[in-house]
């Protein structure tokens, strides 16, 4: 499983292969990492509907919706119909419910 977010919470790297912190040219950076590891196993985790998931989706990699990161007009974005598919979280912590502890 692979991780991309701007934020390296400590105690995650074991639920991660790898983490990659993207802030410019996500979109780009994020389709090189699917090539890398696979769609299937390549994650985006933000704060921001506009930043981060928008650039998810155009990627066409899986996202996750960290609530009540960014919440300010310029986050106000529609992501359009693939919204649907992002996973919404409040805080890390619910990330153990999704990611089982990677074994090695």
Do not use: R
């Not at 991780?3 to 040219?25: E, M, N, R, S």
């Not at 994650?43 to 998931?53: L, P, V």
């Not at 960290?66 to 974005?77: I, P």
């Amino acid at each position: 499983m692979n991780y991309v977010h701007g934020v390296d919470q400590p105690g995650l790297q074991k639920y991660f292969d790898d983490i990659k912190i993207v802030t410019a040219g996500k979109v780009e950076v994020l389709q090189e990492l699917a090539k890398k590891f696979g769609k299937a196993e390549t994650w985006m985790i933000g704060d921001s509907k506009k930043s981060d998931i928008a650039a998810a989706l155009t990627a066409e990699i899986q996202a996750i919706y960290l609530l009540g990161g960014s919440n300010w007009a310029y986050n106000d974005f529609d992501c359009g119909p693939n919204y649907k598919y992002v996973i919404e979280i409040k805080n890390l912590e619910e990330l153990l419910q999704i990611f089982p502890e990677k074994t090695t």
